[in-house]
């Protein structure tokens, strides 16, 4: 049954019943995880069917609309996420935002290594790497968020998207009491260069910006071969495809069988390990020490050290 008690189980019958036909019957619910605002669950049918529900309940949620079109764009360009069943905006008569998509196989990536000896982790890494080139070679026009709507705001200069991004979550976190006030200059101090140190002369790329061990799935194929079989959350945007790279190094995702295999084909500069890749790694610290709190002082503060050399 639903472990959310305001997600009633006619309601979910009824889901079910819109995609696959008024037959179809729904027998179990388990939760997955998922975000703080919506609840994941994979729902199983009589006849095995399956699929993985995302609902906001009483909200008008238009971000499921937005991460259908990524979700649809990424699959054109054959990389393998879900396919979008439907996607519903709620209304004040019927307050229930919800996407339902393919239900893929597999385990997240951290289980996934534990299951693989090193030479099979090292195939399923250089396969991730694969997989990120292949969406990295989606070129942009300028720099922008992903969003299938077209009044967004869209930036020739990446240093301005980049501060579009993180100002308001920087000037937030600014003010908690967590930060000393060493480490709030020190960040102070480096924002304010940005266009020094993460100036480059790349194009915009297609980037999924949320890369880490809960976002891939994989699974053994019928040979024995690990295989990534989804990538799934996507939060892509147009961006610097150094900021990806950054952020799987930071949260142990990617390994140096991973970027040995990537930069095959798209070499990084020196400027990218010197010092960008530094940079772009104290970002998403900061703004896990605005989501989740103290635990991420300690990495936020090492990262911050190691930026001293140029900050």
């Keep these: 049954m639903p472990q959310n008690d305001d997600i009633s189980w006619p309601v979910l019958r009824r889901i079910v019943q819109e995609w696959a036909g008024t037959s179809a019957e729904l027998t179990e619910v388990k939760p997955l995880h998922g975000g703080c605002i919506n609840t994941t669950l994979h729902l199983v049918c009589r006849d095995d069917s399956q699929a ?37 905006v709620g209304t004040l008569d019927d ?57 967004g705001p869209e930036f020739d200069n990446w240093v301005q998207f980049f501060r579009h991004i993180y100002d308001p979550i920087w000037h937030e976190c600014e003010k908690s009491k967590l930060l000393p006030i060493k480490l709030r200059k020190q960040i102070g101090r480096m924002h304010e260069k940005l266009d020094r140190y993460i100036g480059h002369s790349d194009v915009p790329r297609l980037v999924h910006w949320d890369i880490w061990s809960t976002n891939i799935l994989a699974a053994p194929d019928e040979h024995g071969r690990w295989r990534i079989t989804a990538l799934v959350d996507p939060n892509c945007k147009y961006a610097h495809a150094e900021t990806e790279l950054a952020y799987m190094d930071l949260f142990h995702t990617s390994t140096p ?3 040995r295999a990537y930069q095959q084909t798209h070499r990084l500069p020196d400027e990218y390990h010197q010092c960008r890749k530094l940079v772009y790694q104290v970002y998403p610290l900061i703004n896990h020490v605005q989501l989740f709190g103290q635990e991420y002082l300690k990495p936020l503060q090492a990262a911050v050290d190691k930026c001293a050399s140029f900050a």
């Design 52 to 88: 993985v529900l995302k609902i906001s309940q009483h909200r008008v949620d238009r971000t499921y609309q937005q991460e259908a079109y990524q979700l649809n764009l990424l699959r054109e360009l054959g990389l393998p996420v879900p396919q979008v069943h439907v996607c519903k």
């Design 95 to 151: 307050p229930h935002s919800y996407l339902l998509m393919e239900f893929m196989p597999g385990v997240d990536l951290a289980s996934a290594k534990k299951q693989c000896s090193l030479e099979q982790y090292e195939e399923l890494q250089m396969h991730l790497a694969d997989l990120v080139l292949q969406m990295h070679g989606k070129v942009g026009h300028s720099y922008h968020r992903v969003t299938g709507e077209s009044d």
């Design 257 to 259: 069988a991973f970027m």
